[in-house]
């Protein structure tokens, strides 16, 4: 279910992470369709910083409906990663022998773990975000999908950032979004588009 077209969402006085989606505005109701399946509301928005780097036809789409994404695992990349609060499990770790490459998985884990969001605006994981972009990329006629991920200090519509766009094949899903960056249009293209 979409919002209403003339909803605009504001954030008040805190600071929030928010994930849209970036497709042709031809496809709002496949893209609803999809997004129903993980409990998101779609509304659209009209973000001058972001519009600047959209192609020809492409709307961007807010998919939380009211809700953040703060404690979203696309924003983990960037958590900076401390020992501090599992220094006693890395000791004693590191004593049985474990690699610092294992230490440093470990540790990731570990953070991934400690810092997920109960609840929020719907399932989120690796899964459901590879899921979406490939369900998206097999309807007939969508050719690229985009996914923006920003940590906004003002209204989703008004806020002015630097954006950049970066485009990957599908092929490259599974680790672009591990790692996923800020501030990026990052868009996913078919293998073999049409």
């Known amino acids: 279910m979409a919002l209403p077209a003339n909803t605009k969402l504001y954030i008040a006085s805190q600071m929030c992470h928010f994930i849209t989606l970036i497709i042709h505005k031809n496809f709002v109701s496949e893209l609803t369709e999809v997004m129903k399946d993980y409990r998101r509301l779609i509304s659209t928005i009209d973000n001058a910083s972001v519009a600047d780097v959209l192609m020809t036809g492409e709307q961007q789409f807010l ?15 960037q958590t900076k990663i401390s020992d501090e609060d599992f220094s006693k499990d890395l000791t004693r770790l590191k004593r049985k022998g474990w690699s610092q490459s ?6 990731k884990d570990r953070l991934k773990t400690s810092n997920r969001v109960s609840g929020g605006s719907g399932p989120d994981s690796l899964s459901m975000w590879k899921d979406v972009v490939e369900r998206l990329l097999n309807i007939e006629g969508i050719n690229n999908v985009g996914i923006l991920l920003h940590f906004y200090s003002g209204s989703v519509d008004d806020e002015s950032f630097e954006v950049a766009r970066k485009t990957f094949s599908v092929s490259h899903l599974e680790e672009v979004l591990a790692d996923f960056p800020s501030d990026s249009v990052v868009t996913f293209i078919r293998n073999n588009p049409p």
């Open 63 to 77: 998919l939380s409906g009211k809700h953040c994404d703060c404690g979203t695992v696309l924003s983990f990349s």
């Open 102 to 107: 294992k230490l440093d998985r470990w540790l």
